[in-house]
């Protein structure tokens, strides 16, 4: 465990249902992000949160919705997805500033579009 | 945010060391330079950063030039356990310098 959780680990997803991905983390970190890690693609950076309040949204379509109620916990809520969208969706947490040990990164959800 | 070029496949044999190249060459004066690795269906792991010294810890030592232009991330003795997606980032160290990247070098640790 790298002291950040994703849940599910796995999930498939009908083009017309409504699922929500979870990420937490208890290592103190004030920054949470979410990366979407197409087959055979780099990791793309999809947001960012520091401090609970979005930073940056790396022009994703409405269709992924993320919530940060905390600094702790960081949610990617999917509607009506397409194939496409199928991939391997990673949660990461930083502290804001002077980040001497880079991120830390859950082991993802892999997910599928049907 | 500087870019970074890494060959896209390597191979080494086990127990012998893996030295994995990258160019940075327009790294900027304040950006780090990080490495990460993936194994297959995980998340990224991070290995070692450093600024302009070079760096050691339990997992691998940095050796970054003198103009910054260029490292190198060695594995001393690689293991099978190693075979992974290697990538080498630069990045600022204040908030909103982010981690983006690249294809990075897919080792192949062979026995």
């Known amino acids: 465990e790298t002291g950040v959780t994703q849940t599910p680990r796995h999930l498939v997803m009908g083009m017309t249902n409504k699922k929500s991905l979870k990420c937490e983390q208890h290592?103190?970190?004030?920054?949470m992000y979410w990366y979407k890690q197409s087959a055979k693609k780099p990791l793309e950076l999809m947001f960012v949160?520091?401090?609970?309040?979005?930073?940056e949204n790396n022009s994703v379509p409405s269709r992924f919705s993320p919530e940060c109620p905390n600094s702790s916990h960081l949610f990617l809520h999917l509607h009506t997805l397409q194939p496409e969208d199928s991939a391997l969706y990673l949660c990461?947490?930083?502290?804001?500033?002077?980040?001497?040990?880079?991120?830390?990164f859950g082991s993802g959800t892999r997910l599928t579009v049907v | 945010d500087a870019k970074t070029t890494q060959p896209p496949s390597m191979d080494c044999a086990e127990g012998r060391a893996a030295n994995l190249p990258c160019n940075h060459s327009?790294?900027?004066?304040?950006?780090?330079v990080y490495w990460y690795r993936q194994i297959h269906s995980q998340g990224p792991q991070y290995i070692i950063h450093g600024l302009k010294n070079n760096e050691t810890n339990e997992m691998a030592s940095l050796i970054i030039t003198e103009d910054r232009k260029s490292s190198t991330l060695i594995l001393p003795h690689a293991t099978l356990r190693d075979t992974a997606v290697y990538y080498c980032i630069v990045s600022g160290p204040n908030a909103g310098n982010m981690l983006t990247f690249g294809g990075g070098t897919r080792l192949m640790v062979k026995p």
């Open positions: 327009t790294i900027s004066g304040n950006e780090y």
């Open positions: 949160y520091n401090f609970k309040e979005q930073t």
């Open positions: 990461a947490s930083s502290q804001v500033q002077g980040s001497n040990y880079g991120y830390t």
């Open positions: 290592l103190g970190h004030n920054a």
